[in-house]
């Protein structure tokens, strides 16, 4: 069965860029973003106001960026305990849906729903692709600068469809619509197709597993941890994981219509944009570098077959 949708994120919740409110050391916005929260805080007494906030040193903002620390000190990393060489194919324990895992904070209940939103990636058969071969060298022309992750991918992944619930084998390819519709498509668009068939159980021994680990505590101040581990599904063993925690510095102001979780993701560690070289870790869109982290740390471990 072909399924339809051409991209690695194109059924996903829209990965929307982000208008920077206050840029680093403009201090003339910041001071419009302050005195936006300030007028909305004093506009309600009620228990939703959003917090006011400042140049970072409220009481609130200085707890939630101590304990921010102290969980990347102590907690945070990548801990890889073994790797397996000329991996074909993974299997995925959980899918990443658009209603359940996409979480910008824009609403007052995004604050406590454990969504993984520090593991933020495409959602339905978008996180599919992710993971299978040719997606990500989709229209790329030009080879990938020294240091760059490869983003290969592997031949199949089996995973429960997250729309009908069924056990599947996934495989890509890509499509040149044009050729069969030039009257839809523009000459040369090419596209990458999903295929699937039904599997009575998986055959891969290997999986990737994600999960909020965030506790209330962490949350009341707007962080966020989460885990993403790889594991042996033949003997339970946890051949690699990866712990991160991200925190809203301005501990969920909504001033402008800012998302607070999506603004998190420049107070992360480890950092998205650590597994690329330079100009990569200087860029600013730091939640852009979300995308495709689940097939990074999985190539990691799990290397694909050439």
């Known amino acids: 069965m072909n399924l339809r949708p ?11 860029s982000r208008t920077r409110l206050h840029q680093r050391g403009s201090v003339a916005v910041r001071s419009v973003l302050v005195a936006s929260v300030m007028l909305l805080s004093a506009c309600s007494s009620g228990p939703s106001t ?15 960026m101590a304990m921010w620390k102290e969980r990347c000190e102590t907690k945070s990393g990548v801990f890889i305990h073994r790797t397996v ?9 959980n899918v990443r849906k658009s209603y359940e895992h996409s979480n910008s904070g824009g ?8 969504s993984d939103p520090y593991g933020r990636d495409a959602t339905g058969h978008g996180y599919l692709r ?3 071969r040719g997606s990500f060298q989709l229209n790329r022309k030009e080879p990938l600068p020294a240091g760059h992750p490869p983003h290969q991918g592997y031949f199949f ?18 499509d040149e619509p044009w050729k069969r519709m030039p009257e839809k498509a523009l000459p040369g668009h090419l596209s990458f197709e999903l295929d699937r068939s039904p599997i009575a159980q998986r055959t891969a021994r290997y999986g990737v597993k994600f999960e909020d680990i965030s506790t209330r505590e962490e949350r009341e101040l707007w962080i966020a941890g989460s885990s993403l581990k790889v594991i042996d599904l033949e003997t339970n063993e946890v051949l690699a994981e990866r712990i991160g925690y991200m925190v809203d510095w301005a501990q969920g102001s909504r001033a402008g219509a800012r998302q607070p979780w999506t603004f998190a993701a420049d ?40």
Do not use: H, M
Not at 85 to 93: A, I, P, Q
Not at 107 to 114: C, G, K, P
Not at 168 to 174: A, D, L, N
């Open 130 to 132: 992710v993971f299978l």
């Open 157 to 174: 992944v089996e995973a429960y469809d997250p729309f009908d619930g069924k056990l599947y084998r996934f495989t890509g390819r890509i």
């Open 85 to 93: 060489e000329n991996v074909e194919g993974v299997y995925l324990v």
């Open 267 to 306: 107070n992360a560690c480890p950092d998205f944009r650590s597994d690329y070289p330079e100009p990569f870790r200087s860029s600013r869109d730091t939640p852009g570098f979300q995308i495709y982290q689940s097939l990074r740390f999985a190539e990691k471990v799990l290397k694909p077959q050439p």
């Open 50 to 64: 959003s917090p006011s906030i400042s140049q970072g040193n409220t009481p609130q903002q200085l707890r939630a």
């Open 107 to 114: 609403s007052a209940l995004d604050q406590f729903r454990l």
């Open 6 to 16: 051409t991209g690695p994120g194109q059924d996903a919740a829209p990965l929307t």
